[in-house]
């Protein structure tokens, strides 16, 4: 395999990555310009640009009482010696990888691997074999699509040795599609095929009784969704003047959906998947007069004249001044039904829209079901959904149809969090405040619950619609880009992945505060939170930062108080797992400012070994580890955009993973696993 000589360190995320993905967000502003004067904010403020006066009014309402009401255990906040290494947590006994710079999938020694699907593999009968230098829109609508992000495994047999492979295609990258690409001139048939391209793809795995080889299948099952596939509006904004369009005068239809980013399992068998960037699809925004539309459209991000992919060209319903409410329905989570290839799938609008990362589920003991969904972008909000209706147990066809409706009826809340340690410790550097811990209590405040809106100024189909703007009104705390949120299956507890924010601090929009406590954030940080008494419906929670990301050497990380010495280092964790263990498994988008590749890392939650984070595999560089699924004896992981480096392009490609040789990168889903211990023992052991 021909490799490309490789920087030894950089310090920055590929602008091509930023290009396609996000839209170039880090290069601009960013669309939270509220004032947004929230508690947490205050109390973590030393440098105040904003006065004296408001930090007074906190400290008499803060006191030493959120301190006396924070009723989260601390298992890591003491200093731990680290002479005496515990024994590995179970599950987290392999031998951590080295951070790497390599073009290949590096997994622990003793651990085999594959490549279960890539970019342009056949998922539809019919599909030919993928060609990159003839590509057809016809080929790619039958075939794996580009990116991939969220992955679930749907299990089809007891053992596991089937199941329904899930996946998200986040986004397009062009130039590396395209041999000659040419940015301002792309042709119909190349739009049509990255349109084809995104979306998500439902494909049949199925592997040997004693291997993690997983292959495609033709199945009954399989299905692509791209952006042309019909979707249903649901919830209480469906059929709102918000939504309608010439294309769709009820705003209840949509074709497609975009960016997919993270997404969630449900305990009823379906897949829900957040629209996160759909904000740079839209072009001429600079052409909406409307002062009010205009505002709106800006919080987003919808921004500019034309858009980096010119789709405007061929279908005015990228053009926000032609087509205004076309960008109003996108920013959901949707929800699909991998068992029924036929039924259509559903945009729930009760859960707000924003650039939502993911939507993921837990069930309360009364059956209502509690939905966490972050808001992926600098200073934005995480928010809850609370259901009206109760869950049926089952897996059948009416238990499934039944609960396909949870999401659209409910209460939505956003939350906001105040730190325990006075503000005069919170700097903005990340040293630790004197209680050891950035910690302290939170409470959910409600947004919107069916046509009842809670938010002064703002119509219910207002608050859905435009869910940014409600959150700024009520006081939400602004969080370093809100990526993957997930409840514990055992404990409850709630884990989230904040991934960086290079804006906070002086010049910014919001200084540090104890939840976000650094000041020019590349690394990110990892927030744990548990709702009061264990309740997945109560308004109030207690929080600490898990994880402070970055150089174990560097003093301001912070890994539970566990030894720095004997952790990998990490930065940007992005996608959260768990393990039958109760591990947390974290994969990681910009391991490159740190100057090594993404992975994935595993950390204990309990006991001794508590922040023990170890780095279990890396992906190659240029490319993202996304979407992990932790099974018993199987671990896969998406890598998506692998080679993505500034100056590559499909003529000059930076990576030759997987196929190697010359051939150009395909993203791909890996299938890692550890042969010969069947039966004896799982992944980590
Ligand atoms: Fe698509 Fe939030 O990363
Ligand atoms: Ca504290
Ligand atoms: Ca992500």
């Given at each position: 395999?021909?490799?490309?000589?490789?920087?030894?360190?950089?310090?920055?995320?590929?602008?091509?990555?930023?290009?396609?993905?996000c839209g170039?967000?880090?290069?601009?502003?960013?669309?939270?310009?509220?004032?947004?004067?929230?508690?947490g904010?205050?109390v973590?403020?030393?440098?105040?640009?904003?006065?004296?006066?408001r930090?007074?009014?906190?400290?008499?309402?803060?006191?030493?009482?959120?301190?006396?009401?924070?009723?989260?255990?601390?298992?890591?906040?003491?200093?731990?010696?680290?002479?005496?290494?515990?024994?590995?947590?179970?599950?987290?006994?392999?031998?951590?990888?080295?951070?790497?710079?390599?073009?290949?999938?590096v997994?622990?020694?003793?651990?085999?691997?594959?490549?279960v699907?890539?970019?342009?593999?056949?998922?539809?009968?019919?599909?030919?074999?993928?060609?990159?230098?003839?590509q057809?829109?016809?080929a790619q609508?039958?075939?794996?699509?580009?990116?991939c992000?969220?992955?679930?495994?749907?299990?089809?047999d007891?053992?596991?040795?089937?199941?329904?492979l899930?996946?998200?295609?986040?986004?397009?990258?062009?130039?590396?599609?395209?041999?000659?690409?040419?940015?301002?001139?792309p042709?119909?048939?190349?739009?049509?095929?990255a349109?084809?391209?995104?979306g998500?793809?439902?494909?049949m795995?199925?592997?040997?009784?004693?291997?993690?080889?997983?292959?495609?299948?033709?199945?009954w099952?399989?299905?692509?969704?791209?952006?042309?596939?019909?979707?249903?509006?649901?919830?209480?904004?469906?059929?709102?003047?918000?939504?309608?369009?010439?294309?769709?005068?009820t705003?209840?239809?949509?074709?497609?959906t975009?960016?997919?980013?993270?997404?969630?399992?449900?305990?009823?068998?379906?897949?829900?998947?957040?629209e996160?960037?759909?904000?740079?699809?839209?072009?001429?925004?600079?052409?909406?007069?409307?002062?009010?539309?205009?505002?709106?459209?800006?919080?987003?991000?919808?921004?500019?004249?034309?858009?980096?992919?010119?789709?405007?060209?061929?279908?005015?319903?990228?053009?926000?001044a032609?087509?205004?409410?076309?960008?109003?329905?996108?920013?959901?989570?949707?929800?699909?039904?991998?068992?029924?290839?036929?039924?259509?799938?559903?945009?729930?609008?009760?859960l707000?829209?924003?650039?939502?990362?993911?939507?993921?589920?837990?069930?309360?003991?009364?059956?209502?079901?509690?939905?966490?969904?972050?808001?992926?972008?600098?200073?934005?909000?995480?928010?809850?959904?609370?259901?009206?209706?109760?869950?049926?147990?089952?897996?059948?066809?009416?238990?499934?149809?039944?609960?396909?409706?949870?999401?659209?009826?409910?209460?939505?809340?956003?939350?906001?969090?105040?730190?325990?340690?006075?503000?005069?410790?919170?700097?903005?550097s990340?040293?630790?405040?004197?209680d050891?811990?950035?910690?302290?209590?939170?409470?959910?405040?409600?947004?919107?619950?069916?046509?009842?809106?809670?938010?002064?100024?703002?119509?219910?189909?207002?608050v859905?619609?435009?869910?940014r703007?409600?959150?700024?009104k009520?006081?939400?705390?602004?969080?370093?880009?809100?990526?993957?949120?997930?409840?514990?299956?055992?404990?409850?507890?709630?884990y989230?992945?904040?991934?960086?924010?290079?804006?906070?601090?002086?010049?910014?929009?919001?200084?540090?505060?104890?939840?976000?406590?650094?000041?020019?954030?590349?690394?990110?940080q990892?927030?744990?939170?548990?709702?009061?008494?264990g309740?997945?419906?109560?308004?109030?929670?207690?929080?600490?930062?898990?994880?402070v990301?970055?150089?174990?050497?560097?003093?301001?990380?912070?890994?539970?108080?566990?030894?720095?010495?004997?952790?990998s280092?990490?930065?940007?964790?992005?996608?959260?797992?768990?393990?039958?263990?109760?591990?947390?498994?974290?994969?990681?988008?910009?391991?490159?400012?740190?100057?090594?590749?993404?992975?994935?890392?595993?950390?204990?939650?309990?006991?001794?070994?508590?922040?023990?984070?170890?780095?279990?595999?890396?992906?190659?560089?240029?490319?993202?580890?996304?979407?992990?699924?932790?099974?018993?004896?199987?671990?896969?992981?998406?890598?998506?955009?692998?080679?993505?480096?500034?100056?590559?392009?499909?003529?000059?490609?930076?990576?030759?993973?997987?196929?190697?040789?010359?051939?150009?990168?395909?993203?791909?889903?890996?299938?890692?696993?550890?042969?010969?211990?069947?039966?004896l023992?799982?992944?980590?052991?």
């Open positions: 395999m021909s490799r490309r000589l490789l920087p030894l360190l950089t310090t920055r995320r590929a602008a091509v990555t930023c290009e396609y993905r170039d967000a880090c290069f601009h502003e960013a669309p939270n310009t509220s004032a947004n004067p929230y508690f904010d205050i973590g403020e030393v440098i105040s640009r904003r006065g004296a006066l930090a007074g009014a906190v400290v008499a309402l803060s006191g030493g009482a959120l301190a006396a009401t924070n009723g989260l255990a601390t298992p890591g906040a003491a200093a731990r010696p680290s002479a005496h290494p515990p024994k590995p947590a179970p599950g987290t006994d392999f031998t951590r990888v080295t951070p790497n710079l390599l073009d290949e999938v997994v622990p020694e003793g651990y085999e691997q594959a490549v699907i890539r970019w342009g593999d056949p998922v539809l009968p019919g599909a030919p074999e993928f060609d990159f230098d003839d057809t829109a016809t609508e039958r075939q794996f699509g580009f990116n992000d969220f992955a679930a495994i749907l299990p089809l007891p053992l596991g040795l089937t199941g329904l899930v996946t998200n295609h986040e986004y397009t990258s062009e130039k590396y599609m395209f041999r000659g690409y040419d940015p301002d001139n042709t119909e048939e190349q739009v049509r095929i349109w084809a391209a995104h998500l793809s439902v494909v795995i199925a592997r040997p009784m004693h291997s993690g080889r997983y292959t495609p299948r033709m199945s099952f399989n299905r692509r969704i791209t952006l042309t596939t019909p979707f249903r509006m649901t919830g209480p904004a469906a059929g709102s003047d918000l939504l309608k369009t010439p294309a769709d005068p705003g209840t239809h949509v074709l497609g975009m960016n997919n980013c993270a997404g969630g399992v449900t305990p009823w068998g379906t897949i829900l998947s957040g996160e960037n759909f904000n740079q699809y839209y072009a001429n925004a600079d052409a909406v007069t409307d002062p009010v539309r205009r505002a709106r459209l800006a919080r987003y991000g919808v921004r500019g004249g034309a858009t980096t992919r010119k789709w405007e060209r061929f279908d005015p319903r990228w053009d926000v032609r087509h205004p409410n076309e960008a109003n329905r996108f920013g959901w989570v949707v929800e699909i039904d991998p068992h029924d290839p036929h039924s259509t799938p559903v945009k729930h609008t009760a707000g829209r924003f650039k939502h990362e993911c939507a993921n589920v837990r069930v309360t003991p009364d059956g209502r079901v509690v939905a966490y969904s972050g808001d992926d972008e600098r200073f934005e909000y995480i928010y809850k959904f609370v259901s009206d209706r109760r869950m049926k147990r089952g897996h059948g066809r009416a238990a499934r149809r039944h609960n396909m409706t949870l999401l659209d009826s409910g209460t939505l809340y956003v939350a906001r969090l105040t730190g325990d340690s006075p503000a005069a410790e919170i700097d903005g990340g040293r630790l405040p004197s050891g811990e950035f910690d302290g209590t939170g409470e959910w405040i409600p947004l919107v619950s069916g046509d009842t809106s809670f938010v002064d100024g703002m119509t219910a189909e207002e859905y619609v435009f869910t703007e409600a959150a700024d009520v006081g939400a705390t602004k969080m370093d880009r809100p990526e993957d949120i997930e409840p514990h299956p055992r404990t409850g507890r709630v989230c992945a904040l991934t960086n924010n290079t804006q906070r601090g002086p010049g910014g929009r919001a200084m540090a505060d104890e939840a976000n406590p650094r000041h020019e954030n590349r690394h990110g990892v927030l744990e939170f548990e709702e009061e008494r309740d997945a419906l109560a308004l109030r929670f207690t929080w600490r930062l898990l994880l990301c970055g150089d174990p050497a560097s003093p301001d990380t912070y890994f539970a108080g566990f030894p720095k010495d004997q952790v280092p990490i930065s940007s964790p992005d996608n959260v797992a768990f393990d039958r263990h109760g591990n947390l498994w974290i994969s990681t988008d910009s391991g490159e400012v740190l100057g090594i590749n993404d992975g994935l890392y595993v950390v204990p939650l309990e006991g001794r070994s508590r922040g023990h984070l170890k780095l279990f595999l890396t992906v190659p560089r240029g490319a993202e580890a996304c979407g992990p699924v932790i099974g018993d004896k199987v671990v896969t992981v998406c890598v998506q955009h692998p080679g993505e480096l500034d100056g590559a392009s499909a003529d000059d490609p930076a990576s030759h993973w997987p196929d190697g040789g010359d051939t150009p990168p395909r993203p791909s889903v890996v299938a890692v696993w550890k042969p010969g211990r069947w039966g023992a799982d992944i980590g052991s």
